[in-house]
């Protein structure tokens, strides 16, 4: 049994009049100048060692990401052994068991 909410409610409905100006300044009145000598330029190593720094933070992150969406699959698998009131083996069996079709409906 789902529960539905209705998303769209009269006062939302109501949009506001549109001005004519831009809200947002456009890129052009953003221009900075680079210069093309940098006093504190980075050596190659500087910048190799920066590099897999970010890297290896990002590694990291993806990793810590993976484990907790398999944390949580886990979790969820779970709970829908318990909901349905049935041994993980079984809710494994019937789910291959089903069709495509009706998988879809569950994502």
């Known amino acids: ?3 539905r909410t209705h998303l769209f409610f009269p006062n939302t ?3 506001p009049p549109k001005s004519r100006s ?6 052009t009145h953003f221009r900075t100048q680079v210069p093309c000598t940098n006093k504190n330029s980075s050596t190659d190593a500087d910048l190799a060692s920066g590099l897999a720094t970010e ?8 990793l810590q990401r993976e484990e907790a969406m398999n944390k ?3 979790l ?14 079984e809710v494994k069996r019937k789910w ?5 079709e009706e998988r879809r409906a569950f994502d």
Do not use: Q
Request: overall charge negative.
């Open 55 to 62: 890297v290896a933070k990002i590694n990291t992150h993806l």
């Open 76 to 89: 969820l698998f779970t709970e829908l052994c318990n909901y349905l009131a049935l041994d993980k083996e």
């Open 22 to 27: 831009c809200p947002f300044p456009t890129t």
């Open 72 to 74: 949580s699959r886990e």
């Open 1 to 3: 049994m789902a529960l």
């Open 96 to 100: 291959t068991k089903i069709d495509e």
């Open 13 to 15: 409905l109501i949009r």
